[in-house]
């Protein structure tokens, strides 16, 4: 918006007029189709900047792993053969991704309760849940106190841990498509789940 | 299958992902309705769960907006190399060159098609930008003539003030029908200041009451702190009240219904916070209802 100027661009076509299946922008995007892949980004990435934000609690860090994401899918999308769904194979870019920023940065022993945002830097408790500290001072303490914990515990889970309990918990996919994704077994994916989970019972257990 | 309470208090989160197999779930929770310390630790795992749930971190509003232009600013440069790459591979593997040849026409089409629309249709009209276009279907006649039919998407930008009639229109539009939760956050934001007039409360109202982004939600609640008085706004306020599965949305929803005239709730009101009184599981919600009750002299409990 400039000088109080509100600009609103258009599609010209307020919806879409065909609904091709997944798999039709698949193949539509394979070959070459613009409109398709854009399409198909759109069906999934806000799952995958939900992921990747909350894992590296970072715009910046966000933005690149989503950009580096689907610049591979475009690139490699030729190679997709149709063997796994297309769910699987961008998770399994999305992941990769992740968990080479996460081992590369160590985010699990440098992990703050800081993190960037469009106003500066904030603490965590201020942005998410109680943000009503003036009002009610001690309830925000005792919920500064459980989150701080709460970030502890993810800030000490292997990347691999931290990936499958953000994806469990917070994006709700089932242990299998984790497994999938990861490149592994459903039942290694359950085993690093309860090792967390232990920990979090552990860790926040008395305090809930 | 009778289980130990140590096997089944290992059990309880994986019970509340849903992971459990029909069988284990049988086990434990037959268990659980024996065993009232195994049920005690359920809600403890429970709790935990819940506050873990209510720490996650959402990206800022604007930065899938943001994404999604870098990457259409980048994509052009990305593309050739897999395809050209592809279509070498498919030549080395010795594909008979009619299967090469009908889908390479078929690109050409499409390139022509594309190519095409993107040529000035209107020379000296500012608001029409470049299209895209895709080819729905070519004939030919005998006489060796090609008709190409497109399928045009062309972007066409609308300025003004936010309060201009035109732009408000398309606004509104977006509030209601914009399938990224980014840009509908923006365009409510937008919409904010011209609450005044009914169209717009309208669309924070139904953005405030069936938007599934809770950012949304939120910029919608914002815009309606200015008509929180007002008597179709507090009726939306109180079925946020009842329905909103947001913690946050709920006692911003309170605040709102109670910070103007706290002591003078209406008996519909007042009935509305003890109904979530009862339900509410969320301690600081449930703060927030009791203190509203006890502010208009009304009971926390119904009777």
């Known amino acids: 918006m400039l000088n109080g100027e509100t600009r609103v661009a258009l599609t010209g076509q307020t919806r879409l007029a065909v609904n091709l299946d997944e798999a039709s922008l698949i193949r539509a995007a394979q070959a070459g189709d613009q409109d398709a892949f854009e399409r198909l980004v759109r069906g999934y990435d806000q799952s995958v900047l939900k992921l990747a934000y909350s894992l590296l609690r970072s715009p910046d860090d966000a933005q690149d792993i989503y950009q580096e994401a689907f610049l591979r899918v475009h690139k490699n999308l030729h190679q997709f053969r149709f063997d796994c769904s297309f769910h699987t194979w961008l998770y399994r870019i999305v992941t990769n991704l992740c968990l080479d920023l996460l081992r590369k940065r160590k985010v699990r ?74 490149g592994t077994s459903e039942e290694a994916a359950k085993n690093c789940l309860f090792r967390v989970t232990q920990k979090m019972r552990v860790a926040l257990g008395d305090f809930v | 299958m009778k289980l130990a309470c140590e096997q089944v208090r290992e059990s309880l989160s994986l019970l509340l992902y849903g992971e459990l197999s029909f069988g284990e779930e049988e086990a434990v929770q037959s268990h659980l309705s024996g065993c009232a310390e195994c049920r005690a630790a359920f809600e403890t795992e429970r709790g935990w769960h819940d506050s873990v749930a209510l720490a996650k971190v959402e990206p800022p509003a604007d930065l899938l907006v943001k994404c999604r232009q870098q990457l259409r600013a980048n994509l052009p440069a990305a593309a050739p190399e897999g395809r050209v790459r592809r279509w070498w591979n498919e030549l080395r593997e010795g594909i008979h060159w009619g299967w090469v040849a009908k889908p390479a026409l078929g690109l050409a089409l499409v390139a022509v098609g594309y190519l095409g629309a993107r040529l000035p249709g209107a020379p000296g009209n500012e608001t029409i930008a470049e299209a895209t276009a895709r080819v729905r279907y070519v004939e030919a006649d005998a006489a060796g003539n090609v008709r190409i039919v497109l399928d045009e998407t062309r972007p066409r930008v609308v300025a003004g003030r936010a309060d201009d009639p035109q732009v408000q229109r398309w606004l509104l539009a977006a509030a209601r029908e914009a399938s990224d939760p980014g840009l509908r956050a923006e365009t409510v934001a937008l919409l904010q200041g011209g609450a005044g007039t009914l169209d717009v409360r309208r669309a924070l109202v139904a953005a405030l009451e069936s938007d599934p982004n809770a950012g949304v939600r939120l910029k919608a609640l914002e815009g309606l702190r200015r008509h929180a008085g007002e008597k179709d706004t507090r009726q939306a306020l109180l079925r946020v009240l009842g329905a909103d599965d947001n913690p946050g949305i709920r006692t911003q929803a309170i605040d709102l219904l109670t910070e103007n005239s706290p002591r003078a709730l209406d008996a519909q009101m007042v009935g509305m916070l003890q109904q979530l009184m009862r339900r509410e599981e969320n301690g600081y919600v449930r703060e927030r209802c009791e203190k509203a009750l006890r502010l208009a002299n009304a009971s926390a409990e119904i009777f």
């Open chain 1, 109 to 182: 022993k440098e992990e703050s309760t800081v993190i960037e945002t469009a106003e500066g830097p904030r603490d965590r408790a201020e942005l998410t849940g109680d943000t009503r500290a003036s009002i009610d001072p001690q309830r925000a303490l005792v919920s500064g106190q459980l989150r701080q914990r709460i970030d502890r515990v993810l800030g000490e889970l292997t990347a691999r841990e931290r990936m499958v309990f953000e994806m469990r918990h917070y994006e709700g996919m089932r242990l299998r498509a984790i497994g999938e994704a990861l």
